[in-house]
């Protein structure tokens, strides 16, 4: 059975970038006579809000968009992760990273992977007693990109529109597993939920393609199966820049509380269209 899942984050209202997401990874699974998910991926406790919360719940119902069981908030979920984590550090695949995010932005030598520069390993041959030493600092932990693909060998998934990729996680580098504020983070708490969801098939943005080489690493380190990927292209407005937060795509909220049909905007965006005056040319 296909099983789908759409995975926001309460850190703001839903706008059409979201929507469009939404209701290729429901299509998904009607189409097939599987389940559609929902899951709240609010592990950022610094930016995520109840109020954001319940408009993603209002702004899916306004679409018309119906999830099958209850909703999984990551954020109950943390024992979990860390269990998760607790076993790749068994494995020593897993350190711990003192440094600051300007400290490693400032490594000029440093390559970029999709979340900007690729850490330069500052951390990684600290004897265990400097690490020891140190825990009483702010620090994350990373994995050891270069031990763990050693361990694994070579990966593969596939996407539906790409095909067969070969999985390249070193060009990521070490990425981090668990924040210095949580313990966790995006690429550990998605492998681990998906798999605990029994998530078929992933749908997502093509801006999370290069995230899916750290998350097939990680399901094979786990033990964890590899779901069927679905990433999409990102709708753009007028200007021809993508549908985000950070370039102020109007929210879901506002087109319905100026009457917006939504049925005629589910119709646009199930062709990949925006629709007239949903996307302001400015943002």
């Excluded at 209202?13 to 699974?29: E, I, N, P, T, Y």
Aim: charged share 20%; with cysteine; net charge negative.
């Amino acid at each position: 059975m296909v099983v789908s899942r759409f995975a926001p984050s309460p850190t703001g209202r839903l706008h059409l970038g979201h929507a469009f997401s939404a209701v290729c990874a429901h299509d998904l699974a009607r189409a097939a006579g599987g389940q559609f998910l929902l899951r709240i991926e609010d592990i950022d406790g610094t930016r995520s809000r109840e109020a954001f919360l319940a408009g993603i719940d209002e702004d899916l119902r306004w679409l018309g968009l119906a999830w099958d069981g209850a909703v999984l908030r990551q954020s109950t979920r943390m024992a979990l992760y860390a269990e998760a984590l607790e076993r790749l550090k068994a494995m020593g695949l897993a350190y711990p990273c003192f440094c600051t995010r300007a400290e490693i932005a400032a490594s000029a030598s440093a390559p970029h992977g999709s979340e900007g520069p690729v850490y330069p390993g500052t951390c990684r041959p600290l004897s265990d007693a400097e690490r020891a030493a140190r825990m009483h600092e702010p620090h994350c932990w990373r994995i050891d990109m270069a031990a763990a693909v050693t361990l694994t060998g070579p990966l593969r998934w596939h996407d539906k529109p790409a095909g067969w990729i070969e999985a390249d996680p070193l060009a990521q580098g070490d990425v981090v597993l668990a924040r210095k504020e949580t313990p966790t983070s995006y690429h550990l708490a998605v492998t681990v939920d998906d798999a605990a969801q029994g998530v078929t098939d992933v749908v997502r943005g093509v801006d999370l393609f290069e995230a899916t080489h750290v998350h097939r690493l990680l399901q094979a380190l786990l033990g964890l199966p590899t779901p069927l990927y679905h990433h999409h292209p990102l709708l753009v407005g007028p200007d021809g820049k993508r549908l985000a937060k950070r370039n102020c795509a109007r929210p879901l909220a506002e087109l319905r509380a100026e009457g917006a049909d939504p049925g005629a905007l589910l119709a646009a965006l199930r062709s990949g269209q925006v629709p007239i005056g949903a996307a302001d040319a400015e943002a």
